[in-house]
């Protein structure tokens, strides 16, 4: 998992804020993918990304979760009006390309809702 | 949707013994992982192994891809192998994302 970096590491919001999380895929990566590990929970697939694309949301919640991956920039993982439900580590992986090769996860961003 | 099932659930070992770790799955897969969750809750990247047998210096692992299932070998244990142990698949024909299951709590006392 060395080289995709997430920020930040742990982010505390009240409920109703918006929650930005970070990722930046490895050097040389177009793939990005977020999961997030709900307390006591496995990993849920939420979004798969290109640069400039949406590949598959399929495991996104329907309202006040969206997700981007610009052509310069980070992805940006977006909530908002946080309910304490949203508290939960989020993490981000990415892969040089699709189909079968191995994703490489980043630290994860923790994040807490009061 | 795949199934990806690990046992055993919860694992309590001595300092230096040895243990065998199993994830079954329903489907074909494209790709197969292990990782290693620690108690920091960080994610560390184990195996990359859709098919076939990796070591890595204590830890090792083999994928029956034709028979569905995986293993995970951790030799000598040591208190630091504590945490949780995730496999997580990657359907043949599906979306390109990780299934996981809902891993194997190690605890290895000293």
């Known amino acids: 998992n060395a080289g995709v970096m997430q920020n930040p590491r742990h982010l505390v919001r009240r409920r109703g804020q918006e929650a930005r999380l970070r990722c930046s895929p490895m050097k040389g990566h177009s793939h990005v993918y977020w999961y997030r590990q709900l307390p006591e929970e496995g990993l849920k697939f939420m979004v798969y990304l290109q640069k400039e694309n949406i590949i598959d949301e399929s495991g996104m919640p329907k309202e006040r979760f969206s997700a981007e991956f610009p052509k310069e920039g980070p992805s940006i993982l977006r909530i908002q009006q946080v309910v304490r439900g949203d508290s939960a580590a989020y993490f981000c992986?990415?892969?040089?390309?699709?189909?079968?090769?191995?994703?490489?996860f980043g630290p994860g961003t923790r994040l807490t809702v009061t | 949707g795949i199934q990806v099932e690990q046992s055993p659930p919860d694992l309590i070992l001595q300092e230096g013994a040895n243990s065998t770790l199993r994830c079954n799955f329903s489907?074909?897969?494209?790709?197969l992982q292990w990782f290693h969750q620690n108690p920091w809750g960080q994610l560390i990247n184990l195996f990359y192994i859709p098919s076939g047998t990796k070591q890595n210096g204590r830890l090792s692992a083999t994928t029956v891809a034709t028979e569905r299932y995986s293993l995970l070998y951790i030799s000598s244990s040591q208190t630091t192998d504590s945490g949780v142990y995730f496999c997580a698949v990657e359907t043949q024909g599906g979306s390109e994302k990780l299934v996981f299951g809902k891993g194997t709590k190690l605890t290895v006392n000293p």
């Open positions: 489907d074909s897969v494209n790709n």
């Open positions: 992986a990415s892969s040089p390309t699709y189909r079968g090769y191995e994703q490489y």
